[in-house]
């Protein structure tokens, strides 16, 4: 309860009685008293924990943590729990958490987070709430008087209240002053501020109270995974392909292209069909974009066979052979089969390269970790490295954009006869343009603090994207991409997330705005 005033008048406070009076007639839980103080003052409301709330979906073992996701597709979000990790009922009693669970959990207001969607949290305190059980549950820090920091609760500590601290052990109400606490109670009065006398309080630890600086560091899975049964199929335009799943609890539309990854769960290459139940893979780093339903670009799409007793990973593993959230081991054997997307055996070693890798499996041991004899792994590189095509089609088109480059190059030297060695520099810099983006702009570059600046529309609309010029810059989109450029301004912005030029996009020459060449190959990438 969170109220501002100066003062309460001797006939506002008259009133006050009488109101509550007669709304203690239709609320038991609440009990009449005179308000502790005739004048409150306005206080800035500060807070020891973020709490959020949800349903429990899913839970993973992850080494030494739990990982639980939640079901709220308005609210999403990801929780890990640990040994330290204090989980209680309503009524106090330590719980083990549960699929279906609702919970509310308390996580440090000054704890790191990951900057990831959605967002995943590491809370101190977990509640596992049930609406038939009339308690309340405070977490927050009190002061000497008992009072909680947000001014809306005070303690009465009576001869029935137990007060403990996390591992039972019972302690004095000293221990409350300047503690954070997770206090347990059923009534409250309509005072300000409320006050209550309650069954239960877990004091917390001076070192639960205040999170180091440095944190522990938290192993994100390489990728994100959702699934579903494929509702419908369109073909587009620029030879991608829009798959639709219509699940009410969790609907989503994907597309695929050339460069996808589609297997089944034997780990044959297969065509994706309406009615078809498949796992996405998509790289957790990626943007996507704020809409409902979700879209999403996978790198991996997984047809899935309920007859099949295959179990297949998407994920990274180290010269151990043991997968990024450390739950995983591979036994290499004889018999496993190591390719590459286009089927060719490759080494072990492969694995730990600057490789995913995609891992089909049976049984496993009940070690932590896990370990397996995979059937099959299909190694594909990560999307950091640079990929040299190797097919015809490709092959072609580098040999043409070669052509292209060296008559970029050529021109290039003689342009840097008459520069400074500082326009010599970016000259060279010049040299390097990919082809693709050097046939789009010809000789069209400036320089800007040392940095190769190229006209935004002529690459962009040269590279297929729509470019819908403002007042300030330009919104670019394509298919599932979209940035946002302000001229002037170094931040930008690329779906749901923030990017940062090192020089501002500026207009050089009248009607044209140019920005950095690194960008223009962020675009053709």
């Known amino acids: 309860m969170n109220m501002n005033m100066k003062r309460i008048t001797p006939l506002a406070l008259s009133a006050l009685l009488l109101g509550t009076v007669a709304v ?54 990801n929780f890990t729990t640990n040994e330290e990790t204090l989980v ?51 977490v927050t820090n009190f002061n000497k008087e008992l009072l909680s920091e947000d001014q809306d609760l005070k303690l009465n500590i009576g001869d029935d209240t137990v007060i403990v601290n996390e591992k039972g052990e019972k302690v004095n109400k000293e221990a409350l002053a300047g503690n954070d606490a997770i206090v347990f109670y059923s009534f409250a009065t309509f005072s300000i501020p409320a006050q209550t006398t309650p069954e239960k309080i877990v004091v917390l630890s001076k070192e639960q109270n205040e999170p180091t600086e440095e944190q522990p560091v938290l192993e994100v899975a390489p990728f994100a995974n959702v699934k579903g049964a494929i509702g419908s199929v369109e073909k587009l335009a620029n030879g991608t392909t829009q798959y639709s799943v219509t699940d009410e609890n ?24 309406k009615g078809d139940k498949v796992s996405l893979y998509m790289h ?66 492969t694995l730990f390269a600057d490789h995913h890798a ?34 015809g089609e490709k092959a072609a088109v580098l040999e043409e954009a070669k052509e292209v480059n060296e008559v970029v190059v050529e021109e290039a030297k003689e342009v840097a006869i008459d520069k400074t060695e500082e326009q010599a520099a970016v000259t060279e810099e010049a040299k390097e343009f990919d082809a693709k983006i050097a046939a789009l702009i010809g000789k069209d570059i400036r320089e800007v603090d040392g940095k190769v600046m190229v006209p935004l529309r002529k690459v962009a609309e040269g590279l297929g994207f729509k470019v819908e010029a403002n007042k300030t810059g330009a919104l670019l989109s ?8 302000t001229r002037g301004e170094k931040m930008y912005g690329h779906n ?25 190959l962020q675009l053709l990438k």
């Open 358 to 391: 995609i891992v089909f499996y049976g049984a496993t041991t009940r070690s932590i970790p896990a370990q397996t004899s995979p059937d099959k792994i299909v190694v594909f590189p990560k999307v950091t490295n640079e990929i040299v095509a190797e097919e």
């Open 250 to 273: 969790n609907p989503f539309h994907f597309t695929t292209d050339q460069n996808t990854i589609v297997l089944d769960k034997k780990g044959n290459k297969v065509e994706l069909k």
């Open 24 to 77: 203690g007639a239709e609320s038991p839980t609440k009990i009449n008293i005179v308000p502790i103080s005739e004048e409150i003052t306005e206080i800035n409301q500060v807070t020891s924990f973020i709490q959020v709330q949800g349903t429990i979906d899913t839970i993973e073992n992850r080494n030494d943590q739990k990982f639980f996701s939640t079901t709220d597709k308005e609210n999403p979000f």
């Open 496 to 520: 749901r997330a923030l990017a940062q030029f090192e020089v501002a996009p500026a207009i050089l020459e009248p009607g044209k705005t140019y920005v950095e060449y690194d960008f223009a």
């Open 478 to 485: 394509k298919d599932a991409l979209s940035y946002t450029i």
């Open 88 to 138: 209680f009922d309503k009524k106090g009693n330590k719980v083990e958490l549960k699929k279906g669970d609702k919970v509310s959990i308390y996580t440090h207001a000054n704890q790191p987070m990951l900057a990831i969607y959605p967002p995943q949290y590491n809370p101190a305190v977990i509640i596992v709430e049930d609406e038939e059980v009339a308690s309340s549950v405070k």
């Open 284 to 349: 957790a780093n990626q943007p996507m974009l704020l809409i409902f339903p979700p879209q999403y670009s996978p790198a991996v799409v997984i047809v899935e066979d309920e007859k099949s007793p295959t179990n297949v990973v998407v994920t990274d593993f180290n010269e151990d052979f043991i997968n990024k959230e450390n739950d995983l081991k591979l036994n290499i054997s004889d018999d496993t089969v190591i390719v590459n997307v286009k089927g060719e055996k490759v080494g072990k070693e």
